[in-house]
């Protein structure tokens, strides 16, 4: 058995192995990342991107990492086996929003690599790996157990299916949870919570000519898109609505007897959320009517809340960002992080790589910060064993 580093004594001596390692190894951090953003995993259909990661574990021999009921690749890097209690989970989500695109070809130029999702998520994705490869390459121990999840359901209506099964299932035993997603300029600290609805309404319709003046779907669909969007909300705490997608009608000459509207609610603050969401449910009492059927459908729902300064959580990733100069920019958004946030479980999100364009088909990666965002993510880790001698 090999020796394993005395973190206390040589700590310093244990960061310059793992950065010389980073060094030698992030080019290949990020050509793993180009092969997982070539495997379409649109949510709900991420299968294939999952067996790979799988594959990718066993060959770094992490015995007992398994693929759950939920679709999620799971390891728990646990090498003296000790109890699962106080756990810290890392989760990097392995879905994406492009739901037809099924060739995808990254291209490398001007220091940046041109992939659909190489930022969100497939460098952290890779990252993580990497992590885990460090860890056990360089034998270091650790107090508690940490559960490396990739997980499903992160983007749009997969309404974190992935990362509540996991908090479910070991809630009990979580202290912390970070969600590694996009990158490192800024930390997620507070969740965003939403609700979501699919508005589906329905009249009579007919036809243009010999039915005209029948009631119109799309005519009322267009009228409580209006009156949604003439709901007077906070600038503070920050609380917003969107009318996302619009369906209805069969041909031009065609009254409309069906329509359909996708609804997303929005805010950082709960109070003001219920708000929002009760406002937005009177409009569609007001319209509900015998000769218009209105039904709805909660088809999301995100919980707000944030996370305290005076965790040893946040305390850790200020720590981390002054060995690297930068300042601890926090800032609100939806990531998986919500979830553990609204159950009051202390959890972040940031990221591994810098870059542009996210859920755009010119979405980019800086090379060279994949680099930077190994190191940060490391140093960090170190800390969460440290800060249990």
Not at 4 to 23: Q, T, V
Not at 50 to 74: M, P, Q
Not at 199 to 214: A, M, Q, R, Y
Not at 245 to 267: C, F, M, Q, W, Y
Request: hydrophobic residues 35%; proline residues 3%.
């Amino acid at each position: 058995m090999r020796k394993k580093e005395n973190r206390i004594h040589s700590g310093n001596a244990l960061l310059k192995k793992i950065y010389d390692y980073i060094d030698n190894e992030y080019e290949s951090i990020c050509n793993l990342a180009m092969d997982i953003s070539k495997i379409p995993s649109m949510t709900g259909n991420e299968a294939r991107k999952a067996d790979f990661i799988l594959n990718k574990l066993r060959e770094l021999d992490c015995e007992g990492s398994y693929i759950d009921e939920a679709g999620n690749v799971i390891y728990i890097y646990n090498p003296n086996e000790r109890n699962l209690n106080s756990v810290t989970v890392f989760a990097a989500h392995i879905d994406t929003v492009f739901k037809d695109l099924w060739d995808i070809n990254p291209v490398i130029r001007d220091g940046r690599i041109y992939a659909p999702s190489i930022l969100d998520n497939s460098i952290n994705i890779a990252g993580q790996i990497y992590c885990i490869k460090i860890l056990k390459a360089i034998n270091i121990d650790i107090n508690k157990p940490i559960l490396f999840a990739f997980n499903v359901g992160e983007e749009g209506l997969g309404n974190l299916k992935g990362i509540r099964h996991i908090v479910d299932k070991y809630k009990d035993s979580i202290k912390e949870v970070i969600a590694l997603d996009l990158g490192y300029q800024s930390i997620v600290d507070t969740a965003v919570g939403s609700k979501r609805y699919a508005v589906k309404i329905k009249t009579e319709g007919g036809h243009s000519w010999g039915d005209f003046g029948n009631k119109s779907a799309v005519f009322y669909a267009s009228r409580i898109i209006n009156d949604i969007y003439s709901i007077k909300v906070p600038d503070e705490p920050k609380t917003t609505y969107n009318v996302g997608i619009i369906k209805g009608g069969t041909s031009v000459n065609t009254i409309p007897e069906d329509a359909e509207i996708a609804v997303d609610l929005r805010s950082v603050d709960q109070a003001c959320l219920d708000r929002l969401n009760k406002e937005f449910l009177r409009i569609i009492d007001d319209y509900d009517s015998q000769n218009v059927k209105i039904s709805i459908q909660n088809i999301g729902e995100r919980p707000c809340g944030s996370t305290s300064h005076d965790s040893p959580l946040i305390k850790r990733i200020i720590q981390t960002r002054r060995d690297f100069g930068m300042e601890a920019n926090f800032r609100a958004s939806s990531t998986d992080a919500n979830y553990p946030i609204g159950l009051g479980i202390p959890s972040i999100s940031f990221g591994v790589g810098e870059g542009r364009g996210v859920h755009t088909q010119d979405e980019y990666l800086i090379i060279d910060s994949a680099k930077t965002g190994m190191k940060h993510l490391m140093n960090f880790i170190l800390r969460i064993i440290e800060e249990d001698i």
